[in-house]
C-alpha cells in the first residue's frame, strides 16, 4: 500500500522545517589569529590588519633629517616625525615594541605599485595628483615652503617672487619644493633637480645653486645647524587657500586608510599634534613672506 497523498504532504513539510531550523541555528565560529576585517572591527585597537599581524610597520626615507628626526634614527622616538608616528602607533594600539621602521626613498613612497609599509612618514604633502596612486591620512603638519640662500648673495637680498626669477634654485626631485619653483617662481633658468635633500645644500654651500627651496622647519634647521653663513629669504604663501598638509602614506585602497586617519584626527583633537610640534618645531616660528 501506498500512503495517502495528505500524509506524503505532511511528512515533506516535516523534514522541510527540520532542514530550515538546523540552517538558521547559530553556528561555531571559526577561530582565527588573523586580524578581523569585517565592518566595524577594522580599526580594533592592536587588531589591524597589517603587513605583519601584530605589528605595526613604519616607512621613511634614509637619512632622517633633522627637525623630523635626531640622530639619523627614526626608531628614538625623537624629533617631530618620529614622535607623531609613534603617538598615532599608539592611539591604534600598537606600543612602541610592536613598531617596525622601514626605509623607503621619498619618491618612491608615493609611486604606484603595492607597498610593503602599512604608512610612511617623510614629509610628503597630500595633492590630488599623488592620490591617484596611494592614499593619505588626515593631515598631521600645516607647512609653508621657504627659500634659502647664502647670506651677502643675489637671491638673499630678493623681497618678492618676481625678485627670484633670475635666479639658479635647486630642490629635491618629487616634491612641492620643486612644485612652487616651476609653477609659482617660474624661473627664467632651470631649476637644478637633486635625489637628496642633502645633495641640493651641498650645491648651495659650493655655489651651484643661488638659493634652494625646502620647507619652513628645514629651511630653519639649515641656516640653525647645517649652513650658518645660509639665511632664510622668506616663505611662499600657501596656494588655493588651502594650506599645504603633510599626510601619512598608505598604500591604494588600504583598509587602513579610514583608521589612521581616525588617528591622526583623535591626536589633533586631544592637543597631542600640538604639543608634539611645540616640543620640536618650536624653533620653525616665522619668515616673511615672499609675494
Not at 516535516?14 to 578581523?36: F, I, M, N, R
Not at 592637543?271 to 608634539?276: A, V
Request: aromatic share 8%; with cysteine; charged share 25%.
Amino acid at each position: 500500500m501506498h500512503p495517502a497523498p495528505r500524509a506524503l504532504r505532511r511528512a515533506a513539510a516535516a523534514v522541510a522545517l527540520l532542514a530550515t531550523a538546523v540552517s538558521c541555528a547559530p553556528q561555531p565560529e571559526a577561530s582565527s589569529d588573523k586580524p578581523s576585517a569585517s565592518a566595524g572591527n577594522t580599526c580594533a585597537r592592536g587588531r589591524l590588519a597589517t603587513e605583519t599581524p601584530g605589528r605595526l610597520t613604519v616607512a621613511t626615507d634614509e637619512p632622517a633629517y633633522e627637525p623630523w628626526f635626531q640622530d639619523d634614527d627614526p626608531a628614538n622616538g625623537k624629533g617631530f616625525e618620529s614622535a607623531v608616528a609613534y603617538a598615532v602607533a599608539e592611539e591604534l594600539g600598537y606600543g612602541k615594541e610592536k613598531v617596525v621602521w622601514q626605509t623607503v626613498p621619498f619618491n618612491k613612497a608615493f609611486a604606484p605599485g603595492e607597498k610593503t609599509f602599512d604608512f610612511d612618514i617623510n614629509q610628503v604633502s597630500i595633492s590630488e595628483e599623488r592620490k591617484k596612486a596611494v592614499d593619505f591620512s588626515s593631515g598631521y603638519y600645516d607647512v609653508r615652503q621657504a627659500v634659502v640662500a647664502l647670506k651677502g648673495s643675489r637671491a638673499a637680498k630678493a623681497k618678492s617672487i618676481a625678485d627670484l626669477k633670475g635666479v639658479k634654485l635647486g630642490a629635491q626631485v618629487g616634491t612641492t619644493s620643486l612644485d612652487y619653483i616651476d609653477d609659482v617662481v617660474r624661473p627664467t633658468r632651470k631649476a637644478a633637480v637633486y635625489a637628496k635633500n642633502d645633495q641640493a645644500k651641498s650645491a648651495l654651500k659650493n655655489g651651484q645653486v643661488d638659493a634652494i627651496v625646502v620647507d619652513l622647519p628645514t629651511a630653519f634647521y639649515i641656516t640653525g645647524a647645517e649652513i650658518t653663513d645660509a639665511v632664510i629669504v622668506g616663505q611662499f604663501e600657501n596656494q588655493g587657500g588651502t594650506p599645504e598638509q603633510f599626510g601619512l602614506v598608505l598604500d591604494k585602497g588600504s583598509a587602513l586608510t579610514s583608521c589612521v586617519s581616525r588617528a591622526v584626527d583623535a591626536l589633533r583633537d586631544d592637543g597631542t599634534l600640538q604639543k608634539i610640534e611645540q616640543q620640536w618645531l618650536s624653533d620653525a616660528v616665522d619668515a616673511p613672506v615672499l609675494k
